[in-house]
């Protein structure tokens, strides 16, 4: 997001054309058919953008809801829905791995977590891997952007890694987020699996999270560390998956962590793209909140960022 355009919650609206709905459990077909990204075309008026997971108690995905169901407030007041999708289409997601010395004995793990989100996401995800600790790289140094369906290069890119150093993680979220605007994709989303501490960068955690609360992109966190690790930070874990739309994990095992990787996989496959014309340009912070109506008897949750900063916000000295 550039420093100009300090509301980037606030996009060109595109309308985007894609294949038929997916069913409510979306997973990658054995076999996946080649198919072109989706195309999209530009409207005249900015939109407030926001990606909306929807689930039962059950903590299953309900993705078969019609436009007419879901009521957008903005500061507690109704506004109408210009933008609507829940189809399954290609997303640009970003990995960053904490690569520090704390993290030594837990590559190999996060590399068969990577490949299960690989494996999960749609085939024509665009997929980025960033590496941090004392500084932050491209863990794949010949290209920009790898498909989802690449899965040898991303296991090379994370098998390479080298655990040392110290942890810049709050450099990776920034370098993450201005990554993303080279995607492609509509949908973005940053990955970030790491014990949620920071000793090395330049970058405050202040600057991390106005960020983050700026950005249309939903970031997942997944927390792995030892109960004795001075350095975790499961609270900025927290803050950032819950001010995006995204959600924080803390697994236990390699195995949960696999699971916690298809599971974000599945939730930016299985989520809506809701997008309305803001009703004031006030430069200030709006609160949003998302209901499904009328009310089912079945429990749901829904699940969406809970704001952004309006255009025309003063700028910062």
Known sequence: MGRTGRAASTIVALVLLFDP????????PAHPAPQDPPSFRSASSELVVLPVVVTDKQNRYI?????????????????????????DAPATIGLLVDASSSMRKKLGE??????????????????FALRFNDDVRDAVADRRFL???????????????????RTSLYDALIAGMDHL??????????????????????????????????SNAAIYTVGIFDINDVEKNPGVLKSLARM?????????????????????????RSGYTLGYVPPDRDGVFHRVRVEI?????????????PGYFAAGRPSQP
């Open 181 to 214: 605007r080279n995607g492609s994709r509509a949908r973005k989303a940053l990955v970030l699996i790491s014990d949620g501490g920071d000793n090395a960068s330049r970058s405050t955690l202040d600057q991390v999270l106005a960020r983050a609360r700026d």
């Open 110 to 127: 996060v590399l068969a977590a990577a490949l299960a989100l690989a494996k999960t996401s749609n085939p024509q995800d665009e997929l």
């Open 21 to 28: 709905a997916h069913p409510a459990y979306p997973a990658p």
């Open 244 to 268: 995006t739309g995204g959600e924080r994990f803390l697994p236990q095992s390699p195995g949960e962590l696999v699971q916690a990787c298809q599971r974000i996989a599945r939730d930016i």
């Open 63 to 87: 993705s078969d809801l019609a436009r007419e169901r879901f009521v957008v407030f903005d500061n507690g007041r109704k506004v109408p829905i210009e933008l609507f999708t829940n189809e």
């Open 147 to 165: 498909l989802a369906d690449d899965l040898m290069a991303l296991e090379q890119a994370i098998g390479s890694m080298r655990a040392e150093g």
């Open 293 to 305: 109506a009328p009310p089912e008897v079945r429990r749901l949750n829904v699940r969406t960022r």
